[in-house]
């Protein structure tokens, strides 16, 4: 058996498991309702990845922590936050701080991200010398991508084929001298090449490296319809953590909606772990409708299109309906669980379910590099970072790859990582050697053949966008701040023409997530409104911190 | 809005901050016709931190001790410019979660007590509502200060506001007036025009009979253009604000020798700033924040009051205050008829609105009520 763990919830006993989040272990006892916002609304579990801020609890006295972030290791005592609740009034001061009491650390070589992209990146750039440490915010390295298991028993299925891949990574990168530090969150980066970050224990520290390697990643797109802010609506992420890290599930009935192969996996994986998929709502045509595509995909790779059969193959076996051409269009309570509103093709179906996982795509995690100036284009639907053929940016010294600069997946970004690594070693000064050169070589045809893959792939699933036009006023915009669609378009009909004097006027974007979920949604709004193509400055601008980081741990060692 | 600018119009204000969307208020009001023109990057009133600021800021004081003649001569119309925020809320209908809550400059040491008795001796000569507290005293007023905290100043002409209510109130007022906002437009060049001028911007030219020069360290380079020396200077700032927490500060806090503003917002965050610097790369360009200045400022504002400790920070920003020679840049330019300027001082933000009416009134040939003599444009030629 997993050792059990007793954590308090509310007061109530919760068996959790060593190792699992605190977002997990009260999801399987069915606890949805996290956080209470402002308007007293409940929140849940929302990304699963510390983004959307939204599974706020309070452990052992301590307010504002991710449930979803927050690893049992020890008994807890949970509560729900409250939205503007009282501090704890016993608090020790510290005396006042100044930078040069940080901890300082200069690596040659800084990688940010222990994804397979940024692990790749650290192997390599460590094998042609240079001396690199690896930055995770996660309890351990591996990334959305490996999801590594956190959970042990003889009653925990054990790691897949995906989980060992990672592990081995992992073990490569630490075997050739790579220093990882995992729970480590980076929350600012400043001009020309400081970060700023805090350990799990609270400590802040700048790194001031020579280069750096930055592989954030990407978080899920925003699907904004009314209900969407609902407890028991997640992204298909969120699912996925859930299972592949704690062999939880999200629910008994899962319903998995959006447009890609990630929710096909997903719904494979939860129905072997025994959960109910109600449906898997693809909003594209099926597969069979491009011939053409299906095949270049199979040339460009295929391991990963069996892959792709075999879960659909699950899916089909174990009776998962499949249903193309159709989208969320509305969530509301019924019951204890969901009642979904899908629409497509003219036809429209209510289906009830305990959790909606929702994977619309991707939105790149670019809000470092976007801090230290690296150019980006705006490809119409997100921005992408200016790299050359090795993974640097426009600013020296800086390299970035993978789903934070674009999206691609995670064998492109395995690939990309590979160059980004041997080119900072070489920038700072390390030699290739001849084996180097010719896994650079390799790694630069590996990343073409994905490439291929991915474009084939996506024209598989292409589908229509999100149409923003459509998505009626009371749909929650700002999931923070609660303001409505509603209230930007009033905003916008008021001649407020760029993105931050919404902000400024509505709200939209100023609470704890940074406007993540509802920046490309009011970039849309804007753009429709005033016929202007968005670009690298219509967003946001970014703000450290780009986490929410406690004033204590500004202010020194705990 | 990517509309045209008018061809003609009788006044161009340029600077779209509080002062200028005040003043095209005013005259407006009045049934003139006006242009404001901003560039859209919101230097200083959009990165405001809502501090209603009366008693000498004791960091002007450290920094420019120079200045402190020319801040006692405007002192006595903060407490006017408080009051007149107030009038403007009413007069508006509009909500800008003002409260006067009163100030606090907090000591730590006998040495801050005694030079906040001297500052607190010479304010009230000219007219300010201050005393100074012991620790017992303030505990019964704010009895959230940590063990540091020896006594303060109370000033309790001060208070606070929200600035992105203040804002949006003002915008909604001057276009209801009629007032044209030309927001993300550039003025290239001011030239003088048979008895008006000539505005060149990056959306076309405009001619007007009057111009006024609202736009902060901004005014410099366009004064300058038309002959005129006004010696503003952009001092790029650190700012700080919290997720929201139960009533917890009432006051705006400040510190006799250390820079920090304090204060807590209607919605539970607390916006912690005070002078901390940012960085402008360029003339112009955007401010960007600085570690040293995050990590000092938010260590200081727990050395204060320790239990916002366990508070997180969730977004830092910086904007753009307008320091001369620690007074306000108001009224006519006699040597450029149809010239005006209206820069407010120190405190900005503070005096926005007053300065603003107050320029007006000489535009509208109103008698303003205050002697501007002091302030007049032309003092630095």
């Known amino acids: 058996m997993s050792e059990i763990v007793p954590i308090l919830f509310e007061g109530e006993p919760v068996p959790a498991r060593a190792g699992e989040s605190v977002a997990a272990a009260l999801t399987a006892h069915g606890i949805r309702g996290f956080r209470i916002t402002r308007t007293a609304a409940e929140r849940g579990m929302f990304c699963g990845m510390g983004v959307c801020q939204d599974c706020l609890v309070e452990v052992d006295g301590l307010p504002g922590r991710r449930a979803c972030m927050t690893v049992v290791d020890r008994p807890l005592t949970i509560r729900r936050q409250r939205h503007g609740q009282a501090l704890p009034t016993q608090t020790s001061e510290l005396p006042p701080a100044t930078i040069d009491e940080l901890e300082v650390e200069r690596p040659e070589l800084l990688v940010i991200g222990a994804g397979p992209g940024g692990l790749c990146a650290a192997i390599a750039a460590r094998r042609a010398g240079a001396e690199v440490v690896v930055l995770d915010e996660r309890r351990s390295p591996g990334g959305q991508y490996f999801k590594p298991v956190a959970v042990a028993g003889d009653d925990i299925q054990p790691p897949d084929a995906q989980h060992r891949e990672g592990l081995a990574l992992v073990a490569q990168a630490r075997a050739a001298g790579v220093v990882i530090r995992s729970g480590v969150s980076v929350w600012g980066a400043f001009r020309p090449l400081e970060f700023a970050a805090t350990s799990g224990t609270g400590e802040t520290q700048r790194y001031l490296p020579r280069a750096v390697v930055v592989a954030t990643g990407a978080y899920e797109r925003p699907w904004p319809v009314p209900g969407w802010e609902l407890p028991g609506v997640m992204t298909t992420g969120a699912a996925q953590t859930l299972w592949r890290t704690a062999r939880r599930l999200p629910g008994r009935r899962v319903m998995i909606a959006g447009n890609g192969p990630l929710n096909l996996q997903l719904a494979a994986e939860l129905h072997g772990g025994g959960a109910d998929v109600v449906a898997v709502v693809e909003a594209a045509g099926s597969p069979a409708r491009s011939p053409g595509a299906a095949a270049a995909m199979a040339l460009a790779s295929p391991a990963l299109v069996v892959q792709g059969l075999a879960y659909q193959w699950r899916c089909l076996t174990g009776g998962v309906p499949m249903l193309h051409n159709m989208v969320v269009s509305s969530v509301e309570p019924r019951g204890d669980g969901l009642a979904v509103t899908l629409t497509g093709g003219g036809a429209m179906r209510v289906l009830e379910t305990d959790v909606l996982c929702l994977g619309y795509g991707f939105e790149p995690s670019n809000e470092l590099l976007r801090a230290l100036g690296c150019r980006h284009d705006h490809d119409g639907m997100r921005l992408v970072t200016w790299r050359d053929a090795d993974g640097q940016t426009s600013v020296p010294g800086v390299y970035a790859l993978g789903d934070c600069t674009g999206l691609g997946g995670a064998r492109v970004a395995a690939a990309d990582g590979t160059l980004a690594g041997l080119a900072a070693a070489a920038g700072l000064g390390h030699a290739i050697g001849p084996e180097l050169a010719r896994d650079r070589k390799q790694a630069a045809a590996t990343a073409q053949r994905h490439r291929r893959f991915q474009q084939a792939l996506w024209t598989v699933y292409r589908a229509p966008a999100l149409a923003i036009a459509q998505v009626p006023d009371d749909t929650m915009i700002c999931r923070c701040e609660e303001v409505r669609f509603g209230a930007a378009r009033a905003a916008i009909a008021d001649g407020l023409a760029d993105a931050g004097s919404v902000k400024r006027a509505t709200r939209i974007g100023m609470g704890p997530c940074q406007g993540r979920y509802c920046r490309p949604l009011l970039e849309s709004l804007i753009s429709e409104a005033t016929g202007k193509a968005p670009d690298e400055l219509s967003g946001f601008a970014p703000r450290p911190p780009f986490r929410p980081v406690t004033i204590r741990d500004l202010a020194g060692k705990s | ?381």
């Open chain 2, 1 to 381: 809005m990517s509309l045209a600018l008018p061809a003609t119009i009788g006044t161009v204000v340029i600077g779209g901050g509080v002062v200028g969307a005040c003043l095209a208020g005013f005259l407006a009001d009045e049934g003139q016709d006006v242009l404001v023109v901003d560039d859209g990057r919101g230097a200083g009133s959009s990165a405001n931190a809502g501090s209603l600021h009366v008693q000498m800021q004791s960091r002007f004081m450290r920094l420019y001790p120079e200045h402190v003649p020319n801040m006692e001569l405007q002192l006595p119309l903060y407490p006017k410019a408080v009051a007149f925020w107030r009038e403007l809320g009413t007069s508006l209908n509009a909500d800008f979660d003002l409260k006067m809550t009163g100030g606090l400059m907090v000591a730590e040491s006998q040495d801050q007590l005694d030079f906040l008795k001297l500052k607190a001796a010479r304010e009230r000569q000219l007219g300010l509502d201050v005393e100074i507290l012991d620790r017992a005293q303030l505990d019964a007023i704010a009895p959230y200060f940590g063990p540091a905290i020896v006594g303060a100043e109370l000033c309790a002409n001060e208070g606070k506001l929200n600035p992105l209510l203040c804002n949006a109130a003002i915008r909604s007022w001057i276009l209801a007036r009629g007032v044209v906002l030309a927001e993300g437009v550039n003025v290239a060049a001011i030239t003088r025009a048979g008895q008006g001028f000539s505005v060149a911007t990056t959306r076309g030219t405009v001619a007007c009979g009057r111009v006024v020069l609202a736009a902060g360290s901004g005014t410099r380079p366009l004064a300058a253009g038309l002959g005129l020396p006004v010696p503003a200077v952009a001092e790029p700032l650190h700012m700080n604000i919290t997720e929201a927490t139960a009533p917890l500060i009432g006051h705006l806090v400040q510190h006799a020798d250390r820079m920090i503003t304090l204060k807590q917002f209607g919605t539970g965050q607390i916006v912690i700033g005070g002078g901390w610097p940012a960085r402008q790369d360029s003339p112009g360009g955007h401010a960007e924040v600085e570690l040293a200045s995050l990590i000092a400022n938010a260590s200081l504002a727990q050395h204060i009051v320790p239990s916002i400790g366990h508070l997180r920070i969730i977004r830092t920003w910086a904007g753009l205050n307008t320091s001369v020679d620690g007074m306000g840049v108001l009224g006519a330019v006699p040597a450029v008829p149809g010239l005006f300027v209206a820069i407010p001082g120190d405190a900005g933000y503070t005096l926005g609105p007053l300065s603003a009416r107050l320029v007006a009134d000489v535009m509208l040939g109103r008698e303003p009520g205050e002697d501007l003599n002091p302030f007049r444009p032309e003092r630095f030629a």
